[in-house]
């Protein structure tokens, strides 16, 4: 079975940095494309970055583009986010996906139990 693991949320003051990282097992790490997403209470889970299965291509919200680096060390089947000039409204619970590519029109995705992020004004 492929276990997702998030660490590195906590409490940050506005302006603050924050490094998050999730470990992957039980699986072939090289063979996913990683994804952060975030939640927030009362809103809808939104994607804020990706990274390729290589590591050569990434994705950033606009939201939070310029701020958050996603990257991939497959050797430690980790993928970071690292996040900079974190606002209030940054606060949510950041999920680690996995894309796990199987054959054409066929993908299945593996999620961790989250992190709670939050920042203070």
């Known amino acids: 079975q492929v276990q997702l693991v998030e660490s590195g949320g906590g409490l940050v003051q506005a302006g603050g940095s924050l490094r998050l990282s999730c470990a992957i097992s039980?699986?072939?790490?090289?063979?996913?494309?990683m994804g952060w997403f975030r939640q927030a209470p009362g809103k809808k889970r939104e994607r804020v970055a990706g990274?390729?299965?290589?590591?050569?291509?990434?994705y950033a919200a606009d939201s939070v583009k310029g701020r958050f680096t996603i990257s991939r060390d497959n050797a430690k089947n980790t993928v970071y986010l690292q996040m900079t000039s974190l606002k209030p409204e940054d606060t949510a619970v950041y999920y680690c996906?996995?894309?796990?590519?199987?054959?054409?029109?066929?993908?299945?995705?593996?999620w961790g139990q989250g992190t709670q992020v939050t920042v203070s004004s």
């Open positions: 039980g699986g072939t790490f090289s063979g996913y494309a």
């Open positions: 996906n996995a894309d796990e590519y199987i054959d054409f029109g066929k993908n299945h995705d593996y």
């Open positions: 990274i390729s299965r290589s590591g050569t291509n990434t």
